[in-house]
Structures are given as C-alpha cells and as structure tokens.
C-alpha cells in the first residue's frame, strides 16, 4: 500500500504522479483514479496499490483520495 500526495498531475496526457512519505514516487494514469473524476489536484493525500507496472517499474493503482482529518 502506498499512501502519499499527489506530487504532479497533468490533465491534458492524464499521468500523475505519488509521492509516498519516504520520497519515492509512482507513476499513475488518470483511469487508476478510485472515483472516476479523472482529474486531481497536486498536493491532495492519497493512498494506493502498489503494483508491478510496464518496464518493472512499480506504479499506483487505484489513487483514492483521502483525509487525514476524518475520524472513524
């Protein structure tokens, strides 16, 4: 599980990128965003799957967004 910010987005090709709270960073595409907007914005907190992407370079998958402030 990665859980980081938004560090980059780019709406016009679709690719973002996460980076997790230990500086590195993972390549998204705007179709693994968890609720469909297919847009989002730099520096919103997020988590996601980490998973094997194309070359063996590790990507996020399903980017949720998230709030540290909610309390369950």
Not at 3 to 25: K, L, M, P, W
Request: aromatic share 10%; charged share 25%.
């Amino acid at each position: 599980m990665i859980e980081g910010v938004i560090d980059e987005f780019d709406a016009y090709t679709g690719v973002g990128v996460v980076r997790d709270y230990g500086g590195e960073r993972f390549f998204f595409h705007c179709v693994e965003i968890a609720d469909g907007s297919r847009s989002i914005d730099p520096g919103t907190p997020v988590c996601a799957r980490r998973a094997a992407g194309h070359l063996g370079i590790d990507e996020a998958r399903v980017v949720t967004p998230w709030s540290r402030d909610v309390v369950v």
